[in-house]
Each structure stands twice: as C-alpha cells, then as structure tokens.
C-alpha cells in the first residue's frame, strides 16, 4: 500500500503539470525540440558490500568520462522531456585497478518548471529527473584465498592471483531542485542535487592451473553521499536564442564538470 501511495503522489503531480503544458501548447504557445551535446568528467566515492559475505565492505572511488547526446521536447516552457545516450567509461583504482574502456550509456529525464514570474527574463523554480545506465567491464587480476587453490604452498601471503572478468552495472538516479534566472544573454541556474547509485559488481572466474572450480560474486555497488549542489549557466550564442553553450558543475555527492552545446528547432 505504502508503494502504490509513493507511486501515486509521484505521478499524479507529473499528469497535472503535463496536462497543464499540453493545454499551453494547444493555446499556440511553442513545442520546441532541440538537440544537445556534451562532455563532462565525473568522479564520485561509492561503497561495495555483499550480504552473503559476512563483514564484506569496502569504498572505492569511481571515476568516469561520458559523451552524452540528449534529444528533448521543450512543451509551452512548462515541461521538458528528453532521452540521452552516448557513451562513458569507468575507473575504480580499489576494484582492482578496474579500467574499461568506453561503452553505451543511455537513459532520459524530465524537467518541471513550478514556477515563472511574469518577466520571462526572471525568475524561474524547477525540479527534475533523470537516469543514466552504463555496463561497462574489464580483465583484472583478483587475490583469492589459496586455501582453495594447488598452488598454496608458493603462494605469497596466504593468497593467489586469479585472472577474472569484472562487469559493473551502473544505474543512476538523480533530481534536482532549483532556480535560475537571466543576465543579459547568460542563463545561470543552481540549487541542491539528490542522487543514488544502484550497481552490480560481476566478478567471474574460470576454472585454471591453481583453481579446479570456477568463481563468481556479485556484490553491490552504492554511493556513499547522495546530497550534493548544483551551478551552471547556459551562453546563449545568437539573438533567436536558438544556440547556448551551457556549462554545470556539480560538488560533494559527486565532483563534475560538463560543457555541452543545445540547438534548438
């Protein structure tokens, strides 16, 4: 019940606001698609524990560089809808050196203004949601226990150096809430960030000279801090408005820097 009643509460303002966009638009106010482009660095403290491995815990840093593509729909200046994909790699020194190459990241989100004031260059209140989803992976060398290995009696400090392949499953959830405004032809906004991770961490092992049997684990990967701040502006390029440059850092759930370009349709 208390599921249905959280889903509820989420969705029930989200048709409002929806019906309330659609309404402006048919009133002859725009629907403006647009396209956007950015890269950014992102580097963020997350945490890995496995329920079945009794006092397994350790926090790791992951750290990430994305190309990311949005398509959007702009409705009445009321809603914003869009998809995102591209590509982004991964680096966690604590998994084992873990380093993957670049692969497929897609997801999308939506923004909500609540509020503008009158003046179109003032002040505007907004809230929005995304996700983003990656699995990327790697070769890495693991030290297991040799106490499950033939090769125990060379083996340094108890242990034994294992070949296996790491897929981690990357999901994350952020909403923002915040403000921005207008200065001349600069668009600064700002506010405060929830975020979470949602992972899996995918260690798989094959049978080889020192281990009879396979291996395999999958432990959960978590942020550490999921409430952070947001500051960014967008550098509109033409007179039409129809071309920006916009630029967002963000600070303490995450560490980020992003620089896009949007055009605007």
Do not use: H
Not at 94 to 101: K, Q, T, V
Not at 135 to 158: E, F, K
Not at 182 to 200: C, D, E, M, T
Request: a negative charge; charged letters at 20%; hydrophobic letters at 40%.
């Amino acid at each position: 019940m208390k599921q249905i009643l959280s889903t509820f509460a989420v969705f029930l303002p989200l048709v409002v606001w929806t019906s309330q966009a659609l309404a402006a638009a048919s009133d002859g106010r725009a629907l403006e698609p647009y396209f956007q482009i950015g890269v950014g660095a992102f580097s963020r403290d997350i945490v890995e524990q496995d329920s079945a491995i009794s006092g397994f815990k350790f926090k790791g840093t992951a750290d990430s560089t994305r190309l990311i593509a949005k398509l959007g729909l702009n409705i009445a200046d009321v809603l914003n809808l869009y998809v995102q994909g591209g590509g982004s790699d991964l680096s966690i020194d604590e998994f084992n050196n873990y380093d993957s190459a670049t692969k497929g990241a897609y997801g999308g989100g939506l923004r909500i203004n609540l509020y503008q004031s009158p003046d179109r260059d003032a002040l505007k209140l907004f809230v929005e949601g995304n996700y983003l989803r990656s699995t990327t992976d790697d070769r890495v060398q693991i030290d297991v226990n040799c106490s499950a290995a033939t090769a125990c009696a060379s083996a340094p400090n108890g242990f034994v150096s294992r070949l296996s392949k790491e897929t981690i499953e990357w999901n994350e959830y952020t909403v923002l809430m915040g403000a921005s405004g207008r200065y001349f032809n600069l668009a600064p906004n700002g506010g405060i960030r929830l975020s979470a991770v949602n992972g899996k961490d995918r260690l798989r092992a094959a049978p080889d000279s020192n281990f009879a049997a396979s291996f395999q684990a999958s432990p959960d990967v978590r942020e550490q801090d999921n409430f952070g701040i947001f500051f960014g502006t967008d550098v509109f390029l033409d007179r039409s408005e129809k071309t920006a440059l916009n630029f967002e850092v963000s600070l303490i759930d995450q560490n980020s820097f992003e620089a896009a370009i949007r055009r605007s349709f």
